[in-house]
């Protein structure tokens, strides 16, 4: 996605049968811009596109490793595991599959998982673009195109989400 954004604050998006690319100016440098996408998900994930839904959600969050998993804790202390990270490179790219069917059920084999990458690109110490990737929709079997249409309105939501919570916490 190398083109030129014409609005800072503007989610672009680009999709093919299999794939959605996505991508965002943010005020932020890159190691907030990373901080927050990694550390900051229950300030900014869709509450609405959780297990626990938004009155019973208490964590969203990032195993900060490779092979830590991106989870949700819900009521009683109910987790529910989301993903596994394949790459961990603070604070240039975040690489996890995303273990989440077609159907809302979670996909326990990796092989049958869709991934998702993560790019922090520096534009000043101040301005970094943010660049996902979420690849791989035919894992998911007979669904998989309208599972990627679907995330395609869901991740634009996300980001804009992302983007509002690095604007207001800036500075």
Not at 59 to 68: A, M, T
């Given at each position: 996605?190398g083109?030129?954004m ?8 680009e999709?093919d049968?299999f794939?959605l ?10 190691e907030?811009?990373f901080?927050?996408?990694?550390g900051?998900l229950t ?6 596109y ?8 208490a ?14 804790i ?10 596994r990270v ?7 790219r ?11 059920v979670p996909?326990p ?7 998702v ?18 690849r791989?929709?035919d894992?998911h ?30 500075g």
């Amino acid at each position: 996605m190398g083109q030129e954004m014409a609005d800072p604050d503007e989610v672009r998006q680009e999709f093919d049968r299999f794939s959605l690319r996505s991508a965002l100016r943010t005020p932020a440098s890159a190691e907030r811009a990373f901080a927050v996408f990694t550390g900051g998900l229950t300030d900014w994930w869709v509450r609405e596109y959780t297990w626990s839904g938004p009155q019973a959600l208490a964590e969203l969050g990032v195993e900060p490793r490779p092979g830590g998993m991106l989870y949700e804790i819900g009521p009683y202390g109910f987790r529910s595991d989301w993903g596994r990270v394949l790459t961990w490179d603070p604070p240039r790219r975040l690489v996890f599959t995303w273990q989440i069917g077609p159907d809302r059920v979670p996909v326990p084999d990796p092989a049958r998982a869709s991934e998702v990458e993560v790019l922090f690109l520096p534009e000043t110490p101040q301005r970094t673009r943010v660049e996902v990737e979420h690849r791989h929709f035919d894992r998911h079997g007979a669904a998989a195109e309208g599972y990627r249409a679907a995330l395609t309105a869901g991740w634009h939501e996300l980001l804009r989400r992302y983007l509002a919570t690095l604007t207001r916490t800036a500075g």
